[in-house]
């Protein structure tokens, strides 16, 4: 079976604690994706940001014209985090009860990639598409 580095993708944006939520969102765009880790400079996991964290101040802000906002204002601190040797299967029965769709791949305590569900389903389907053939 395969492991978490066989599926994670190592192209992830570089949001940090002091990003501002207008270049959060164009780097969350930009990769196409929901959530990000916050890192900090020796990209160590600090926390991770979505996009549901974003649509309150979004909305906040943009009536009132509030000061500016950070990353570290708005980011979860309490992740969900993988090592890139843990199983597939692992993570998706781990999955089945955690709510995260996307999880920050570590490594020495730095950041090294993502594993989003979709990667993980896709996974698993080729896992059983093999197992299909084969009978």
Known sequence: MQAIKDIMTSQFPAIYAHTELTDIIEQLQSHGLFGAPVVDAQKQL?????EQQLLNPLL??????????????????DVLAVKSNMLVVDLATQMQGDKPKIYPVVENNKVIGL???????NALKQAYLSCAKAS
Request: overall charge neutral; some cysteine.
């Open 46 to 50: 600090i926390g991770f940001i979505s």
């Open 60 to 77: 906040q802000n943009s009536y009132f014209c509030d000061g500016q906002i950070t990353a570290q204002d708005l980011m979860s601190q």
């Open 115 to 121: 594993v989003t569900r979709s990667r993980v389903i």
